[in-house]
């Protein structure tokens, strides 16, 4: 069964260094998303990524957040200059067509100490 | 603000039994919903969509869905231990592409 990959699955990172996150979808979907759930808490929503360009981004996504599609496979997220309270799970997901549901990746676990 | 509401739990039930879990949604225009099981520590798994008003069966799960009522809900039937997890309920708000919205989540634990 097609999958969404992602790397790596724990990052230990210190404040202020600048991180990307990786992620691999599914191959012929369309519509890609990055999420976080920080421990305890609901899974929350970043960004949204349709035809190369940024369709939707919540309040969470603000200056310090980048994406991007570099070669047609990869989706990638940035943070410019972590800070404690970025530490969280970040999903990356990818669906076919946007009112579909999404096929979650595995995670990453970033930890910024 | 528009919200997905879920009880937290923990909701816990005998092995067998049905476990019904409950989400209501604020945004009356929402198309589509889901129910996604989170095992601690791991990523969401899409388990039921639903998209018109009534019942969904697949396999041991039932999603309900009453538009009218902003209530969406899943059965689990003959309830087994590895069924012990978090389901979230999801809502897509409006039409469109515009992103899945998820709820806080229901701990579920199944009692063997």
């Known amino acids: 069964e097609p999958e969404v990959t992602q790397t790596p699955s724990h990052q230990v990172t210190q404040m202020g260094q600048e991180v990307i996150l990786r992620c691999v979808p599914i191959s012929n979907h369309l519509y890609f998303y990055w999420y976080r759930q920080i421990l305890g808490q609901k899974v929350e929503f970043l960004v949204s990524?349709?035809?190369?360009?940024?369709?939707?981004k919540s309040e969470i996504f603000d200056d310090q957040f980048s994406v991007e599609r570099p070669d047609g496979s990869n989706f990638t997220l940035k943070i410019r200059s972590t800070k404690l309270e970025d530490s969280a799970m970040y999903f990356c997901?990818?669906?076919?067509?946007?009112?579909?549901?999404?096929?979650f990746g595995s995670g990453t676990r970033l930890t910024v100490v | 603000q528009k919200e997905v509401e879920q009880n937290s739990g923990p909701l816990s039930v005998p092995e067998g039994a049905i476990a019904s879990l409950n989400c209501t949604y604020s945004?009356?225009?929402?198309?589509?919903f889901f129910w996604y099981r989170q095992y601690s520590g791991k990523s969401p798994e899409l388990i039921m969509s639903?998209?018109?008003?009534g019942d969904k069966e697949d396999g041991r799960f039932t999603a309900q869905l009453n538009k009218a009522s902003q209530y969406v809900s899943l059965l689990i039937r003959d309830s087994q231990p590895s069924d012990s997890a978090t389901y979230l309920c999801?809502?897509?708000?409006?039409?469109?592409?515009?992103?899945?919205?998820f709820g806080k989540g229901t701990r579920l634990s199944v009692i063997a």
């Open positions: 639903i998209y018109s008003n």
């Open positions: 990524f349709y035809n190369n360009e940024i369709s939707e």
């Open positions: 997901a990818s669906s076919e067509w946007g009112t579909y549901g999404y096929t």
């Open positions: 945004d009356r225009g929402s198309q589509s």
């Open positions: 999801a809502v897509i708000q409006g039409s469109g592409n515009t992103p899945l919205v």
